[in-house]
Each structure stands twice: as C-alpha cells, then as structure tokens.
Nanobody, 121 residues
Framework: QVQLVESGGGSVQAGGSLRLSCAVYGFTYSTYCMGWFRQAPGKEREGVALRDIDGEAIYADSVKDRFTISEDNAKNTLYLQIHTLKPEDTAMYYC???????????????WGQGTQVTVSS
C-alpha cells in the first residue's frame, strides 16, 4: 500500500529549527519526484521544496537558504530541515510524491496526512 507518513512537527519559537520526516511505504521513492508542501489557515497549499529523480532540489523563493530537503535511502525516509523559523512558517506541512513527469509542483498526486508546525514570535 502506497503511504506517506509525516512526523516531526511541533510548536517552536521564532528563530528555532525543526526537522520534519516523511516515511515512505509501498514504493521505491528514488524513482519518484518527492516534495514538501505547506498550507496555512485561510491560504492555498504551496510547494516549498522538491527533489527530482536526478537529485536536483528546488525551493520556493520564500524558503530558500532556510529549508533543506534530504533523504535517507536506507530508511526510506524524506526529510525537511527548517532553520530560522518565522511565524509565517506556521502551517500544516505535507509530504508528497509523484511518478509523473516533468517534476513540477502541479504533478504531485500522492499525499501524506500532514504534520503541524506552529511558530510563535
């Protein structure tokens, strides 16, 4: 069964760091485009980081230099490291995958349940 399970969210103060994890079940994610999205209350879901199948990482302008996408193939786990958290980073964060090409934000069709990140000032 194809499944993405996120963890690692929480409540932190501005300036802090978090590492979100996404455990991947049911498929070989190295052959998939993988990504992280977030959705704040009252806002549309936005892509923040993606990893193409060739390993290239792409970030939204709003998170460049603060977010890093990485993975551990041995653990079938995708990560999102977040540094210097800001209150505007408060959102539900979702892990996503797609086998479609090209690897673009709109292509993602496999979703996790999300993990909440709340940043206080």
């Amino acid at each position: 069964q194809v499944q993405l399970v996120e963890s690692g969210g929480g409540s932190v103060q501005a300036g802090g760091s978090l590492r979100l994890s996404c455990a991947v079940y049911g498929f070989t994610y190295s052959t998939y485009c993988m990504g992280w999205f977030r959705q704040a209350p009252g806002k549309e879901r936005e892509g923040v980081a993606l990893r193409d199948i060739d390993g290239e990482a792409i970030y939204a302008d709003s998170v460049k230099d603060r977010f890093t996408i990485s993975e551990d193939n041995a653990k079938n786990t995708l990560y999102l490291q977040i540094h210097t958290l800001k209150p505007e980073d408060t959102a539900m964060y979702y892990c996503a995958a797609t086998g479609r090409r090209p690897c673009q934000w709109y292509q993602f069709n496999i979703w996790g349940q999300g993990t909440q990140v709340t940043v206080s000032s």
